[in-house]
């Protein structure tokens, strides 16, 4: 599997895309403008405590407030235990004005703030670090138990007896030496101190930590034993990261690339079109069936559908077959378009249970790789997949898009049909309230075109019942279902 990562850097905004065999899989922006949040460190004070939801608000200098769940509060090791029935109290831990070092879990989504954490945790290429913490743990994507112990073992002897931290060994890690695992986790000890000592003079709503940028975080998230080559077309940040590289994974310096290709370097698998792709409800499929995609507030749902698609046998293969296409192209359109939280796919109804097994295999095979954890369950009795993925920062759709002016965001618009019969009962309104002596109309070229032509015989009736002319104006750029009855 060839896999390559593209990084195209202008002066406002970069974006990362991870190709495998030629096609688009993920894609990451960030724009100055509007800068992730997430993995920064503030020094928070608690503005409110909601014991009702078991939570507290953290003014930490953003627009609104960060959201702290019991949950997320570190405790410390000594403390008793707290009754797992009755889960934590907020109370027991924060009271409003205290103060706390807090990093950022998710970005804010929509009308939410951002999700805070005391637990900290700060990663480089091979572990992670747990300040908050005493345990090691490895990643799960490390599947050999030889390779596991080994790496605990690597661990534990680079931080001796003496450490107040504990730490998570990531998948990128499977094969290090003790030399470059020893070297990551001086690295972080470091950084900790650094942060600690910020920390302590920070003032409340202060930033004490940013994580690193983009084109940086992709080395240090995104390389592994796949990345064949990293391509980047700025020759200010090829240095930085070349620079990055040689320092904590020098291994992989050599793969990093300086693009100066005349075309613009997302040209050359047809990123931007992919992306413009992206967000549409509708993704068609090479068999002629088709996905749609329904992005809302409180879920995300997928429909499939076999369109054009006849099959060569019968209809229960004609499903099967554009099922499991149909998975194979939800698996890549979740992570391209960064769909996260409850997901519903609505599979088309397959009689035997061995081809739903199938359908459900190719899914969770596809999604194996997906660096958002993912979860999903068995076909319900309503032949629905239900799934969720982790959501931490906003969607393609809504960092990329802003909602229709003309609909506010709906979808759809009233017909010109409709508007002619609000501007009919505004017009009566009128008559009942005020004495007309004469009326004019504005509204869409199309809304006039139907009241002098279907609706006329209307506007003659309601001109004898007000006994006032009614004029009608054209305006071109009121939204379909705007108008206005202005007193003349």
């Known amino acids: 599997m060839k896999e390559e990562i593209l990084i195209n850097v202008t002066p406002r905004e970069s974006r ?10 993920e894609v990451l922006v960030e724009r100055a403008s509007r800068r992730g949040l997430i993995s920064n460190i503030y020094r928070g004070r608690v503005s409110r405590v909601l014991p009702g939801m078991q939570a507290a608000f953290v003014d930490v200098g953003l627009e609104r407030t960060a959201f702290l769940h019991a949950s997320d509060i570190a405790r410390n090791p000594d403390e008793d235990a707290p009754d797992r029935d009755a889960g934590p109290n907020i ?57 596991r112990e080994r790496l605990r073992t690597l661990v534990e002897c680079c931080i001796g007896e003496s450490t107040q931290a504990g730490y998570i060994i990531r998948t990128a890690a499977e094969g290090a030496s003790l030399e470059a695992l020893r070297a990551d986790i001086m690295f972080l000890q470091k950084l900790w101190e650094s ?25 240090r998230d995104l390389l592994s034993p796949e990345i064949e080559r990293v391509r980047i077309d700025s020759s200010p940040w090829f240095e930085r990261m070349r620079d990055f590289a040689a320092q904590f994974i020098p ?45 809302t507030e409180a879920l995300t749902t997928i429909d499939v ?73 068995n076909v319900s009795p309503l032949g629905l997949v239900e799934m969720t993925r982790k959501r931490n920062r906003e969607s393609l759709e809504r960092l990329l898009c802003q ?20 501007v009919f009962r505004e017009i009566i309104r009128q008559h009942r309230q005020f004495d007309l002596h004469e009326l004019l109309v504005l509204a869409r070229p199309e809304v006039i075109e139907r009241l002098l032509d279907e609706e006329s015989a209307s506007v003659a009736e309601l001109e004898e019942l007000t006994g006032s002319p009614i004029r009608l104006q054209s305006e071109s750029m009121y939204s379909p279902d705007q108008f206005d009855v202005v007193l003349m």
């Open 91 to 147: 109370r027991d831990f924060v009271q409003a004005g205290d103060e706390l070092l807090v990093q950022v879990l998710k970005d804010p989504i929509g009308t939410k703030g951002a999700r805070l954490t005391t637990y900290i945790s700060m990663p480089s290429r091979f572990v992670v670090m747990l300040p908050n913490s005493t345990s090691i743990g490895v990643s799960v994507r490390i599947e050999d138990e030889a390779e």
């Open 251 to 295: 291994q992989m310096a050599p793969m990093i690339e300086l693009y100066e290709g005349p075309r613009p370097i997302f040209d050359l698998y047809g990123i931007d079109d992919e992306v413009g792709r992206a967000l549409h409800p509708k993704v068609p499929l090479k068999s002629g069936g088709y996905l749609i995609f329904d992005q």
């Open 16 to 25: 990362a895309a991870l190709v495998e065999n030629g096609v688009l899989q």
């Open 195 to 219: 942060i600690s000592n910020a920390a302590r003079s920070a003032q409340p709503g202060q930033l004490v930590h940013e994580d690193l940028p983009l084109p940086l975080r992709v080395l």
């Open 305 to 377: 559908n076999t369109g054009a698609y006849v099959g060569h046998r019968n209809l229960e293969e004609t499903i099967f077959r554009t099922n499991l296409e149909a998975a194979v192209a939800i698996a890549r359109q979740l992570r391209l378009r960064n769909l996260g939280g409850i997901i519903i796919i609505d599979f088309i109804d397959m009689q035997e249970e061995d081809h739903r097994s199938q359908v459900l295999q190719a899914l969770s095979g596809r999604l194996a790789n997906d660096y958002a954890k993912t979860q999903i369950m």
């Open 403 to 422: 909602p229709c002016p003309s609909c506010d965001g709906r979808g759809f618009v009233k017909t010109a049909e409709t508007v002619c019969y609000e």
